[in-house]
């Protein structure tokens, strides 16, 4: 068969298989579609599947029909991170400064600091730490990674429990903007490369200088044309970033982050995020789990995801309990936020594809890291739907 036949029969197989489970299995209480997705491409990948059937493996996903759906993936994870970007509040972050920035302090820094002394643990052992990565660029990735809240995957389950135009998920969706900002701001850190610090300063600047021509040009402009002239700056930026060597993704965090949602129409957003959910980011899935390894050993590798998903669980529990401390919160309040901040999957997995490109971590750490992101989402909605139901006051309460 030729590249496009192969090709072809991939697509079939990345929307076919993922579909198939979710509607027959019935996952959606506990796993939505895309986390369905994220699965099935860890089920593909070489680990699994490549094991299995090699000669299956090798037939489909040659390195030509890989090279093809790593393209889309790239447009697709591009259009995601940018849709993020534009549809941080901060305004409304501060004007609840001290509730927001306590929670959102306390929600990131305490699973953080869990995350980097479960990395510690693992540079015990080699296999984990990339070839290209000094001490700390592992340690804080990782870290990071456990402390990550994934936002669009939040919306989607609030969506899901009913409360996301009620106050508690305003202010969750605020708790997890200031923490998506962070997550972005130290990918930064751990990118910067001291020995291209002035082609990234260069980047920095240019931004700020065309950004501003940006936005002036963009008030000008009526919606449709908004739209298009938002693709090219999604474009330039991504460009401008991994030309600094910063990485195509954190251009486009900077392409969102600087057009105001409301330039949009809010329900066109929605659409476009749902359409890009449903049209190409399963390619990034696929793809995703296409670069998952096994071969420091499977145990190694679950043992090693296990302990990342205790330490960011019990971080991310013990930051928001004690910001409800402080805050003076309801019993029961910091528990059900707690565990709705410790929702991973997309944001999260974008973020250690990062770290592998830029070989920081290995592909088994990658692995360890994406079973862990998979696990913590899957628990949210089962843990969280019986407390809210239970606590339904919580709902309406304001900070």
């Not at 990339?130 to 994934?150: N, S």
């Not at 962070?182 to 850190?189: K, P, Q, R, S, T």
């Not at 990118?191 to 920095?204: I, S």
């Not at 486009?252 to 949602?261: N, R, S, V, Y």
């Amino acid at each position: 068969m030729n590249v496009t036949e192969l090709f072809l029969i991939a697509m079939v197989i990345i929307f076919t298989v993922p579909w198939l489970i979710w509607r027959i299995a019935r996952t959606d209480y506990f796993a939505p579609l895309v986390v369905v997705q994220i699965i099935t491409g860890i089920l593909l990948g070489p680990g699994i599947l490549g094991k299995a059937f090699p000669d299956y493996y090798q037939f489909v996903f040659t390195p030509q029909v890989i090279q093809a759906l790593n393209g889309i993936a790239w447009w697709a994870v591009m259009l995601f991170v940018m849709i993020a970007g534009i549809e941080l509040d901060l305004r409304k972050a501060w004007a609840h400064r001290r509730e927001s920035g306590i929670t959102a302090g306390l929600a990131l820094g305490t699973p953080l600091l869990f995350g980097c002394a479960a990395a510690a643990l693992l540079m015990m052992q080699e296999g984990w730490m990339g070839p290209k990565a000094m001490p700390w660029q592992f340690v804080l990735g990782i870290g990071m990674a456990c402390a990550v809240t994934a936002l669009p995957i939040l919306i989607l389950f609030m969506e899901k429990l009913a409360i996301l135009r009620q106050p508690i998920g305003q202010r969750i969706l605020r708790y997890a903007s200031l923490d998506d900002i962070a997550i972005w701001g130290v990918l930064a850190l751990i990118l910067m490369d001291w020995q291209r610090v002035g082609k990234q300063f260069a980047f920095l600047l240019a931004f700020a200088v065309v950004g501003y021509a940006f936005r002036k040009l963009m008030y000008r402009l009526q919606e449709r044309d908004r739209w298009y002239v938002a693709l090219i700056w999604l474009a330039a930026c991504a460009f401008g970033a991994d030309w600094a060597g910063l990485h195509f993704m954190v251009g486009a965090f900077l392409a969102g982050a600087i057009m105001e949602a409301e330039w949009f129409d809010q329900e066109k957003m929605d659409l476009l995020r749902h359409h890009v959910l449903l049209v190409i980011m399963p390619v990034f899935f696929l793809s995703t789990g296409l670069r998952t390894n096994w071969n420091v050993g499977g145990e190694a590798v679950f043992l090693a995801a296990a302990l990342l998903l205790a330490a960011e669980i019990a971080g991310k529990l013990a930051g928001v309990h004690l910001a409800g401390r402080v805050l003076k919160w309801a019993p029961g309040e910091a528990t059900l936020i707690g565990w709705l901040l410790q929702t991973k999957a997309l944001i999260m997995i974008i973020f250690v594809n990062i770290l592998l490109d830029k070989q920081i971590i290995t592909s088994e750490a990658f692995t360890a890291l994406l079973l862990m992101a998979v696990a913590s989402t899957m628990l949210t909605v089962p843990v969280v739907a019986p407390r809210l139901a239970r606590l339904r006051e919580l709902v309406f309460r304001t900070n």
